[in-house]
Structures are given as structure tokens and as C-alpha cells.
């Protein structure tokens, strides 16, 4: 399945993406074995990468760490699972780092604390690095998004990046609940629609 | 787009909002108990989590504090429990599935000692999972593959087979491996490919940490309660 996967990226020809694909999946692999240097190696490459998707997500230095340090220790305990699931290494990765955060945001919410609106990481373009790896997915799901309007696109970003709820979303366009659920659910009915053809 | 049935559309759509986060958590809850299910539902789960991580692409990386690596190493290593990988659990498990009767005896008598099942398990009731856990239990040339959804509220396997059947007269039997005890067997598995199967009450409290795994045996399971045929596939129990 892995040597698969690599040859259908090479095919389509980008190189680094495959690089650090392969790698990571190698990485990932001696995880399973209980192999403590493939730990140390797979967080020398990715943790500021998750560092960074955790500060987005929560907005806050020690929280981000402790979300870091629970997203490793996932990484490790869960690696066996990740071949069978289907999805890119970065993306798993990716994923177990967002819903760790999201999990820790939504557990301070609810202890009263207020999300901060202050931006403390900076919403920047893509890193030079980032672009270049940039796959066909990449590209295409920044075309799809920008068939939608700025608002509901702004949305959709909010909730996957900053981890908003239908309330916090709704409150941010100021527009009731309900209406915020209609334009969210719309919006990825024409997001799947352009990601399909 | 080909047509599609509003049930289908609607699952594509708790899909995303399930990527998003954007579900209620008991909703999130019971919706990965289908995904875990329902391979149609897990498409489109990894099509849009494959897609919105894309955004994630203009996300500066950060470095973190010197520290935290050494943090989670700490963690981790000083936990010996934990570290017991997959593949070790297996290799044990090969080890008593391969010995000859003598081992395959003293491994049935520990499983069923009334001693040394569930401890902490009496009357008090003990702490029970109360998470919903699934298991991907696969060959490894898929030649077989079983997805399990441990439901704590019922203390009961979903067991839905999605590759392979039992060879020609014999039978697939189900085993659960917690740590390092001998296998216990949960029961031959029906020709059905769904079917549900209630894990023995002193072996739900540690459920979490059990390896699944199936064996092909004679007719009726194994004579000797432990594993006697090859071990076609297995796979970890965890949480979603």
C-alpha cells in the first residue's frame, strides 16, 4: 500500500511532497515497533508544523504545549491505527493535532473562559516551504472555496482552523444560529459538489 | 454528479460537520460509532479530512519550547504499560497459538480460573470503559478484515465483516489478548457479516486494552479453549 501510494505521487511528479510523504509514513511505520528514535525524528519534522496548527486552534502558549505534548503522545500510542485509515501521514497528523486542540479549547469554554478575539498567532499566507509542497488537494480546495461567498468562506476557514462552533460563528457574523447552520451547511454542499467533479 | 439519495447527501454532510467539529459531543459521539460501521460514512469522512487539512497549509509552523520533546518522552517511557506494541502482543499470542496442547491447556486453565479472571471484577462492579472503542482487526494482505465497535452501554462487540470468510470446513473464532494473559476466546464467529457479539462481564473493565484478533479452528471453535489454528488477522481495540 505505502510503495502504492508513492508511486502514484511520483507520477504526478511532486517530488519534496513525496520526500517528506515517504518519510513520514516510514517514521510512522517504526512507531508500531515501539521505536523511541522514530519518535524523536517524527517530532524534529512535524512539531512545529502542529505547534503552529495548536496555536492557531487555541490561541495561547501554554495550552498550545500541553495540546502538543497530548498530540504525540496520541501519535504514539494510536500509530498501528494509521495505516488502515486511508489518509496522508501530514493529515493524520494534522487531524490528531486540530481535534486535540479543539478538544481542549471547547473543555476551557465551558470552564468559563472566554475566547480571547485577540489574534495572538498570525494568519499568514502560505509559507514558502508549504508552497511548495502544495498538492493537487491544496489547490483545489482553495479553488472550491473561493467559489463561496467571502462571508461563508471566511466561515468555513473559522470553523476548521480556529475551531468555532455554529455559536461562535454566529456571533462573529453576527447572524442568528439557525441562519449561520443554513449557510454552513450550504456552503459545504457546494464545496463537495466542486470537490467531486 | 450522479444522482444521489437525500440519506446520502445528508451523510455527507454530518461527515463535514463531524470534521469540522461542528456536531453536538454526544451527537460526535454516536456518529463515530457509524463511521466506524458504515464504510460509505468513512469515505466521506477521510474525503473531507483529507481536504480541510489541506487548509491547514497556511498555517505558520512554530517551534515549540526547547522542553516539551523531553516532556513526552517522559511521559511516554516512564509508562511501561502503554508501550506494549501491536506486534509484541501478537507474537505472543503466535507463541500460544503455535505451542502444543500442554501450552494451550495451562493458557485455557488461566483464562477460566475463576482467580485470576477480572480482578476487581465482583459484585461491586467495577470501573468500565465507557468509551466507545473499534478495532480495525486485518490480514495483512486483506484477506480478511473485520471493523468491531465496542459499545460499553450493551458491554457488546458490533462485528461487521467487510473481506474474507472461514476456510472450507472450519470456523473463525474471535479472541480477545489484555495484555499479557492468554487469548479468551469471545465465540465463533456466524456466517453473517454483521453480527453482535456480548464480551464476558470480567472482561469489560480492561476491554480497552484488548487486541482482537481471529483464528481459523475446527468446526464448533477451538477443542482445547485456546487458540489451535493460524492466526489470520487481529487488531487493536482504541478509541476512535
Same mark, same amino acid.
Given at each position: 500500500?505505502?510503495?502504492?501510494?508513492?508511486?502514484?505521487?511520483?507520477?504526478?511528479?511532486?517530488?519534496?511532497?513525496?520526500?517528506?510523504?515517504?518519510?513520514?509514513?516510514?517514521?510512522?511505520?517504526?512507531?508500531?515497533?515501539?521505536?523511541?528514535?522514530?519518535?524523536?525524528?517524527?517530532?524534529?519534522?512535524?512539531?512545529?508544523?502542529?505547534?503552529?496548527?495548536?496555536?492557531?486552534?487555541?490561541?495561547?502558549?501554554?495550552?498550545?504545549?500541553?495540546?502538543?505534548?497530548?498530540?504525540?503522545?496520541?501519535?504514539?500510542?494510536?500509530?498501528?491505527?494509521?495505516?488502515?485509515?486511508?489518509?496522508?501521514?501530514?493529515?493524520?497528523?494534522?487531524?490528531?493535532?486540530?481535534?486535540?486542540?479543539?478538544?481542549?479549547?471547547?473543555?476551557?469554554?465551558?470552564?468559563?473562559?472566554?475566547?480571547?478575539?485577540?489574534?495572538? $498567532?498570525?494568519?499568514?499566507? =502560505?509559507?514558502?516551504?508549504?508552497?511548495?509542497?502544495?498538492?493537487?488537494? &491544496?489547490?483545489?480546495?482553495?479553488?472550491?472555496?473561493?467559489?463561496?461567498?467571502?462571508?461563508?468562506?471566511?466561515? $468555513?476557514?473559522?470553523?476548521?482552523?480556529?475551531?468555532?462552533?455554529?455559536?461562535?460563528?454566529?456571533?462573529?457574523?453576527?447572524?442568528?444560529?439557525?441562519?449561520?447552520?443554513?449557510?454552513?451547511?450550504?456552503?459545504?454542499?457546494?464545496?463537495?459538489?466542486?470537490?467531486?467533479? | 454528479?450522479?444522482?444521489?439519495?437525500?440519506?446520502?447527501?445528508?451523510?455527507?454532510?454530518?461527515?463535514?460537520?463531524?470534521?469540522?467539529?461542528?456536531?453536538?459531543?454526544?451527537?460526535?459521539?454516536?456518529?463515530?460509532?457509524?463511521?466506524?460501521?458504515?464504510?460509505?460514512?468513512?469515505?466521506?469522512?477521510?474525503?473531507?479530512?483529507?481536504?480541510?487539512?489541506?487548509?491547514?497549509?497556511?498555517?505558520?509552523?512554530?517551534?515549540?519550547?526547547?522542553?516539551?520533546?523531553?516532556?513526552?518522552?517522559?511521559?511516554?517511557?516512564?509508562?511501561?504499560?502503554?508501550?506494549?506494541?501491536?506486534?509484541?502482543?501478537?507474537?505472543?499470542?503466535?507463541?500460544?497459538?503455535?505451542?502444543?496442547?500442554?501450552?494451550?491447556?495451562?493458557?485455557?486453565?488461566?483464562?477460566?480460573?475463576?482467580?485470576?479472571? &477480572?480482578?476487581?471484577?465482583?459484585?461491586?462492579?467495577?470501573?468500565?470503559?465507557?468509551?466507545?472503542?473499534?478495532?480495525?482487526?486485518?490480514?495483512?494482505?486483506?484477506?480478511?478484515? $473485520?471493523?468491531?465497535?465496542?459499545? =460499553?452501554?450493551?458491554?457488546?462487540?458490533?462485528?461487521?465483516?467487510?473481506?474474507?470468510?472461514? =476456510?472450507?470446513?472450519?470456523?473463525?473464532?474471535?479472541?480477545?489478548?489484555?495484555?499479557?494473559?492468554?487469548?479468551?476466546?469471545?465465540?465463533?464467529?456466524?456466517?453473517?457479516?454483521?453480527?453482535?457479539?456480548?464480551?464476558?462481564?470480567?472482561?469489560?473493565?480492561?476491554?480497552?486494552?484488548?487486541?482482537?484478533?481471529?483464528?481459523?479452528?475446527?468446526?464448533?471453535?477451538? =477443542?482445547?479453549?485456546?487458540?489451535?489454528?493460524?492466526?489470520?488477522?487481529?487488531?487493536?481495540?482504541?478509541?476512535?
Amino acid at each position: 500500500m505505502y510503495s502504492q501510494r508513492l508511486n502514484i505521487c511520483e507520477s504526478w511528479g511532486f517530488v519534496l511532497a513525496v520526500n517528506t510523504t515517504a518519510d513520514i509514513e516510514n517514521l510512522l511505520s517504526r512507531l508500531t515497533l515501539g521505536d523511541r528514535k522514530a519518535l524523536s525524528q517524527l517530532y524534529d519534522k512535524t512539531s512545529a508544523k502542529l505547534f503552529g496548527v495548536c496555536l492557531r486552534v487555541l490561541n495561547d502558549r501554554a495550552a498550545a504545549e500541553d495540546a502538543l505534548q497530548d498530540t504525540f503522545v496520541k501519535v504514539w500510542k494510536r500509530a498501528d491505527r494509521y495505516a488502515a485509515n486511508g489518509l496522508s501521514p501530514m493529515t493524520w497528523l494534522i487531524t490528531i493535532a486540530r481535534n486535540t486542540a479543539i478538544d481542549s479549547l471547547r473543555r476551557r469554554k465551558t470552564a468559563g473562559e472566554d475566547l480571547s478575539e485577540a489574534d495572538a $498567532v498570525p494568519s499568514a499566507g =502560505p509559507t514558502p516551504e508549504a508552497a511548495a509542497i502544495a498538492s493537487s488537494e &491544496a489547490a483545489r480546495i482553495g479553488a472550491c472555496m473561493d467559489t463561496l461567498e467571502p462571508d461563508r468562506r471566511a466561515a $468555513v476557514r473559522g470553523a476548521y482552523l480556529e475551531g468555532y462552533t455554529y455559536a461562535d460563528l454566529a456571533k462573529a457574523h453576527d447572524v442568528p444560529l439557525n441562519t449561520m447552520r443554513t449557510w454552513l451547511r450550504r456552503s459545504l454542499e457546494k464545496l463537495r459538489e466542486c470537490l467531486s467533479k | 454528479m450522479s444522482v444521489e439519495t437525500k440519506k446520502e447527501r445528508d451523510g455527507a454532510m454530518h461527515a463535514a460537520e463531524y470534521v469540522l467539529h461542528l456536531m453536538p459531543s454526544a451527537d460526535r459521539k454516536d456518529f463515530e460509532a457509524t463511521i466506524a460501521w458504515d464504510p460509505e460514512v468513512r469515505a466521506e469522512v477521510t474525503f473531507w479530512t483529507e481536504h480541510f487539512a489541506s487548509l491547514a497549509d497556511e498555517v505558520a509552523p512554530v517551534t515549540p519550547p526547547a522542553g516539551l520533546k523531553r516532556a513526552i518522552e517522559g511521559e511516554l517511557f516512564a509508562d511501561v504499560g502503554h508501550a506494549s506494541t501491536l506486534m509484541s502482543k501478537l507474537r505472543l499470542w503466535q507463541a500460544a497459538a503455535i505451542g502444543m496442547a500442554a501450552v494451550a491447556a495451562a493458557a485455557a486453565f488461566m483464562a477460566f480460573s475463576p482467580m485470576l479472571t &477480572a480482578p476487581g471484577g465482583g459484585p461491586g462492579a467495577p470501573a468500565v470503559t465507557a468509551e466507545i472503542l473499534t478495532a480495525d482487526i486485518a490480514a495483512s494482505d486483506a484477506s480478511l478484515r $473485520v471493523i468491531a465497535v465496542y459499545q =460499553p452501554g450493551i458491554g457488546a462487540l458490533k462485528l461487521n465483516r467487510t473481506a474474507g470468510a472461514a =476456510p472450507s470446513q472450519r470456523d473463525l473464532e474471535l479472541w480477545a489478548i489484555i495484555g499479557d494473559n492468554a487469548p479468551v476466546s469471545l465465540g465463533v464467529l456466524p456466517a453473517d457479516d454483521q453480527v453482535v457479539i456480548a464480551v464476558p462481564e470480567n472482561l469489560r473493565a480492561d476491554i480497552a486494552m484488548a487486541t482482537l484478533a481471529i483464528s481459523e479452528e475446527p468446526l464448533g471453535g477451538s =477443542p482445547t479453549g485456546a487458540p489451535t489454528g493460524a492466526v489470520l488477522a487481529a487488531g487493536a481495540l482504541a478509541t476512535f
